[in-house]
């Protein structure tokens, strides 16, 4: 009989019908490889698979449409809350919760727990007799900052140009800042003989016009603010005692404006009008500078009537009303 199989250096061959050699069939317990040829997995890979072009990409999966950038962090809860406060009608009546449905377009649970959120932050007031919805005060507060950063040179321009065209003086608008006033805005005189001054130049209050004015309708921690360091004289006719200047900021108060009698610079003589804000506040101080020769007593009083008026409009630009009588209305 003859045995199938045949011994390999001293031992039998074993599987059924393998021709390959020992040392191809691997370690013990490794499966073998067809002809003792490397396995073709990734861990056998050699520097030459590696070597092998990648497989060619399919076109880019299709993606939704591209959300505009304004709209693609927009939280759909705080635009529903403010549609609340743009939808509330103004006036004491107030609006319901069945009417804010149906103009947003929102379930009423939705209206109402909104309502209830921007009550409890103090932006509504729920009358408990009807259950309607007002804008509280607080609304008002924060849209008071909005006013309160507009570009005052910008509004105030038409009418400091229009005053220094009709008086052909030089005109200033400025602002407190300590004890000192800055110019923020001005209209240059056409004649040769003029004030020199510049945007942005400080001055000192206390003998200054337009200081006098932001002095007066200053608060009493602001004036002792600027009356802290001594009172330097710049002319014969600076006022350099603190009782002094604060009975002359009493007369500026009553009369509703000042002067600088050359006490700043000698032969320069200046009238000043109170700007006011919305609230009523006065925020600002528009001027007239004009050499001492061309100020006499007969065009001293047209020209305070012409300052006055034109910081009456630039204070109106602001927002702010004037009663007939002159007083200034409260805001509504």
Sequence with gaps: MTRVGRRTGGRRARGRGSTAPADARGPRGASPTRAG??????????????????????????????????????????????GILENVDGGMRGTGITELSRRLGLGKSTVHRLCATLEHHGYLVRDPGTGRYRLSLRVFQIGSHALDALDLPARAMPALEALGAATEETVHLAVLDGADVIFIGK???????????????????????????????????????????????????????????????????????????EEFE??????????????????????VSVP?????????????????????????????RTAPDGRTEAPA
Excluded: M, N, W
């Design 266 to 287: 000698e032969g320069i003589r200046c009238i000043a009008g109170p700007v006011r804000d919305y609230r009523g506040r006065v925020i600002a101080a528009l001027s």
């Design 187 to 261: 209209v240059e005189s056409p004649r040769p003989l003029r004030l020199y001054s510049q945007v942005g130049r400080r001055c000192p209050a206390h003998c200054t016009a337009v200081g006098k004015v932001l002095l007066a309708h200053a608060g009493a921690e602001q004036r002792a603010f600027a009356a802290v360091r001594p009172l330097k004289r710049y002319t014969p006719k600076t006022l350099t005692s603190t009782p002094a200047l604060e009975r002359e900021l009493e007369e500026v108060r009553r009369r509703g404006y000042a002067t600088d009698e």
């Design 37 to 82: 040829l490397p396995r073709t997995g990734t861990a056998a890979r050699g520097p030459a698979a590696a070597a092998e072009p990648a497989r060619p990409q399919g076109p880019p999966r299709p993606r939704g449409p591209a959300v505009p950038p304004k709209r693609r962090y927009v939280v759909a809860a705080v635009a529903r809350a403010l």
């Design 292 to 320: 001492a020769g061309r100020l006499p007593r007969t065009r001293a009083a047209s020209l305070t009537d012409q300052v006055l008026d034109a910081a009456r409009r630039v204070s109106e630009a602001l927002g702010h």
